[in-house]
């Protein structure tokens, strides 16, 4: 499977951002995750292709919003309300079949070239 992220780039504090993640075919679960300056890989987002259920980091609950297009094989994940700690390199990652665990990078076997997000004035 081969992931395409896209979309990241600069935003003020409090601005929005739209990062997507196209696949080269269906997979069962895609998530986001980032690394920032100095700091491990952590979990934002992940959102089931075939539920489409969705879980969030704490940290960006109600910010941010994971989506996907079926028909694009494209997921989605919509930033708002941006702070200057989400700065960080943004990656996208992908199973083929749901994992509880879907919030341990460990799990991922494909993954999408960082896309950088910047949160500045």
């Known amino acids: 499977v081969l992931l395409q992220a896209s979309g990241g780039g600069l935003a003020q504090p409090g601005g929005s951002l739209r990062l997507s993640c196209a696949a080269s075919?269906?997979?069962?679960?895609t998530t986001w995750f980032r690394q920032a300056p100095g700091k491990e890989r952590e979990f934002v987002a992940a959102?089931?292709?075939?539920?489409?259920?969705?879980y969030y980091a704490d940290s960006v609950k109600g910010r941010f919003t994971i989506s996907k297009d079926r028909a694009k094989v494209t997921a989605y994940q919509q930033m708002n309300s941006l702070k200057p700690e989400d700065t960080a390199v943004y990656y996208c990652?992908?199973?083929?079949?749901?994992?509880?665990?879907?919030?341990?990078?460990?799990?991922?076997?494909?993954w999408g070239q960082g896309t950088l997000v910047t949160v500045s004035s």
């Open positions: 990652a992908a199973r083929l079949h749901y994992t509880l665990a879907y919030y341990d990078s460990e799990q991922y076997g494909f």
């Open positions: 959102i089931r292709w075939g539920t489409g259920a969705t």
């Open positions: 075919e269906r997979t069962g679960v």
